[in-house]
Nanobody, 125 residues
């Protein structure tokens, strides 16, 4: 089992920045692919960004490319999502997810085995 806890959400003005953190416990973090997803009210969860277990590969949704950056710090068992140039349409609940050990990242929910509870990000215009 892997436990994931997100933090860093909140209210920010359009054009501002927020950094989300997700700390993992329960399994060797360095073996886990990590992803960020988000859910808009009344809609299905969508892929945002992901980083492979070895940090070599990252993937970003087109809607956030050039604005959001995913990174990981294995010493802190934490993955980050740096969100810049935020827009009101980025308002959502953001979820952290992890794969099974040494499994590939992807853009679908089924690529991930464990999920955090989510953190709200609200961007005001």
């Amino acid at each position: 089992q892997v436990q994931l806890v997100e933090s860093g959400g909140g209210l920010v003005q359009a054009g501002g920045s927020v950094r989300l953190s997700c700390t993992a416990s329960g399994r060797a973090f360095s073996s886990l692919g990590m992803g960020w997803f988000r859910r808009f009210p009344g809609r299905e969860r969508e892929f945002v960004s992901a980083i492979s277990w070895n940090g070599v590969r990252t993937d970003d949704a087109d809607s956030v490319k050039g604005r959001f950056t995913i990174s990981r710090d294995n010493a802190k068992n934490t993955v980050y999502l740096q969100m810049n140039s935020l827009k009101p349409e980025d308002t959502a609940v953001y979820y952290c997810a992890s794969t099974h050990s040494f499994s590939a990242i992807g853009r679908r929910d089924h690529n991930y085995a464990y999920w955090g509870q989510g953190t709200q990000v609200t961007v005001s215009s």
